[in-house]
């Protein structure tokens, strides 16, 4: 299993991670679209989230939003060494020098840990079908519960609470979650993702029609996310 890198700001996918085995069709659309390639558990895309944020709010009128799920590191695989957990230290620490996000550090004081980033995903997944208005916010909590509360979001226990927090009907979600149907569903996103080019998270792009057009390939500010989409949307 190749490594995790998370350098300059961007996650990138280990060429390993998924071979696509599903043609997925992408339809030409009528209203400009902002398409999110993230990962729950991409440091770079915590450090990017309050300004994506902001970038949909102040693009709403212009911009319709779409969350695709990268599928970072499905199944995991790494061991819970010292050296790997320095590794992630090394980068949750470039994250928070450039964006200003909080960590709970204490993370690493874990006895053991698998990344694997599947499961968090599946469960935007889920919500993304029986609450769909609270897919972008269940995505960011399940960010925030990670990365600054050390909060295990491959937990169902934890998934529960997020659902509680946001009023998800947990019994609803809870049987789809378990599934095999959404085990395979999830990776629709995760193929879509690649099949568009998509090796690293965050990626911005901004859908026009039949054409792509990339806000950011990795963790940018507001201003600089702001300026490229005025660009994309003016031409």
């Known amino acids: 299993m190749s490594e995790l890198k998370c350098e300059d700001g961007v996650c990138e996918v280990p060429s390993q991670t998924t071979t696509p085995s599903a043609t997925i069709i992408q339809n030409p659309i009528d209203k400009p679209k902002l398409l999110y390639f993230g990962d729950p558990m991409c440091s770079w895309c ?133 599934s095999e149907g959404y085990k395979r569903l999830v990776y629709q996103d995760f193929i879509r993702s690649q099949q568009l080019g998509v090796r690293g998270f965050p990626a911005i792009v901004i859908q026009k029609g039949e054409e792509y057009i990339a806000v950011t390939m990795g963790y940018s500010d507001l201003e600089t996310m702001k300026q490229r989409t005025v660009q994309i949307l003016a031409d």
């Not at 972008?136 to 934890?158: R, S, T």
């Open 46 to 178: 915590w450090g990017v989230a309050n300004h994506l944020d902001a970038l949909i709010e102040e693009f709403s009128d212009k911009l319709s939003f779409e969350l695709v799920l990268g599928g970072l590191r499905p199944g995991g695989g790494e061991e819970w060494n010292e050296e790997f957990r320095n590794m992630l230290r090394t980068h949750w620490e470039h994250v928070h020098e450039a964006s200003g996000q909080p960590f709970d550090y204490s993370f690493f004081e874990r006895d053991a840990f698998e990344y694997d980033t599947e499961p968090p995903a599946r469960a935007v997944r889920v919500v993304r079908d029986i609450a769909p208005d609270k897919e972008w916010e269940f995505y960011k909590l399940l960010q925030e519960m990670f990365y600054a509360e050390n909060q295990n979001i491959l937990d169902p226990v934890v998934l529960e609470r997020a659902c509680t927090e946001l009023e998800i009907d947990y019994l609803a979600f809870e049987p789809l979650f378990e």
